[in-house]
């Protein structure tokens, strides 16, 4: 933790709206006007195309940046083969997807000098990261700053849930800060270095293989509701003008490569485009929910969503239980007891979740696959059906899930793991009969 990255954090200012065509320089003058890569670029810098998305996809859907840097992306030396650590990517071939209900304490404190890429730690995912289809869940715990070395993913977007401690994300494009309730959002291949704002971090990573992030269609709803796009910030141009050695670390196919370049990557003088790093708020939620009868489906908490080729089957969605109303009559407010065709993995940043007593803790997770049964524990189903049903306040937690439509295959670090909860379905064996004919 650095004082002066918390001063920077402090100060940043955002550009705004999500999925926009955003323009930003730091330098005056820096963007070429009328044209994307003149002949010769405005003050000495090298014109440059970053594509997310294949140059023929749909209007709606293509992503695209154009970067006006100091050295271009091209000018390094070979890459080679690093140690992974404790990162993995799909297929997870190590062992088998199991249907039993998972959950597990947050991850141990790591080793001083631990940094965000070195804490990375792989729970599961599903697909294949070279097919581009899929994703992964993996967590972070991190006391040092990533010095001198940047990072970038070309298999997939990560989006990352800060739990505990803030970070400071210098992108290519420019500076985010994500502290816990917050998340953001790098697109596939943008680099980056993380600081932290805090002694030491903590949180959860979805790291998405398939279609990028959107927001989801509104339906019936109308045209508000749930996330707005205004409320997403994307970074203002910022870079770095350094000669010194600086490690660049690229995940390819599931492994990590490393190459030294003579300078910094993160020499973006200007850029335009729609390829962009974004950090959200999530207690600007528009929650919407029931106000007659019945706890509506956790599909009304979808922030964002990766489409796949089968209209509302997401590749993944992110949700978020933020503070919210119940109001329900006649209704068991508590998330319902269900088996689902979806895989989800849960996570909770602050405070408790209202379908479970106890067990599930900040920094924790709870993994139910495809068609496992799951819902409240027997505290929460008693003390629910049993409840005055006046209008009630949840604001004392803000929770998340990773909602994919295929299952979940725990690592074997993971399914192994000290911090693994052994006892969980134990939660529901206090459940009793109680039919009368």
Known sequence: MSEQARKTAEALEYLTGFGNEHSSEAVPGALPIGRNSPQRAP??????????????????????????????????????RIDNGDLRSAPFTESVADPNRLRWNPLPDPAPGTDFLSGLWTLGGNGDAAQRAGMAIHLYAANADMTDRVFSDSDGELLIVPERGGLLLRTELGLLAARPGDMALIPRGVRFRVELLDADARGYICENYGQPFELPNLGPIGANGLAAARDFQAPVASYEDSERPTEVINKFCGNLWSATYDHSPLDVVAWHGSHVPYVYD?????????????????????????????????????????????????????????????????????????????????????????????????????????????????????????????????????????????????VWQGLQRHFRA
Do not use: C
Not at 345 to 355: K, S, T, V
């Open 43 to 80: 003050l000495g810098l090298y014109a440059e195309q970053l594509s997310g998305s294949a140059f023929t996809e749909p209007r709606t859907h293509n992503r695209r940046s154009w970067l006006y840097r100091i050295r271009p992306s091209a000018a390094h030396p070979p890459f080679t």
């Open 282 to 426: 999530m207690r600007r939620f528009n929650v919407l929910g029931s106000i007659s009868y019945d706890h509506p489906d956790p599909s009304i908490f979808t922030v964002l969503t990766s489409p796949s080729d089968t209209p509302g089957l997401a590749g993944v969605d992110f949700v978020v239980f933020a503070p919210r109303w119940l109001v329900g009559e006649d209704t068991f407010r508590p998330p319902y007891f269900h088996r689902n065709v979806m895989s989800e993995y849960m996570g909770l940043i602050e405070g408790a979740y209202d379908a479970k007593a106890e067990g599930f803790v900040p920094g924790g997770g709870s993994l139910h696959n495809m068609m496992s049964a799951h819902g409240p524990d027997h505290e929460t189903f008693e003390r629910a059906s049993a409840a005055e049903l006046k209008p009630q306040k949840i604001d004392d937690g803000l929770a998340f899930m990773f909602e994919t439509r295929w299952p979940i295959t725990a690592t074997a670090q993971a399914a192994g793991a000290d911090h693994l909860q052994r006892g969980y379905d134990d």
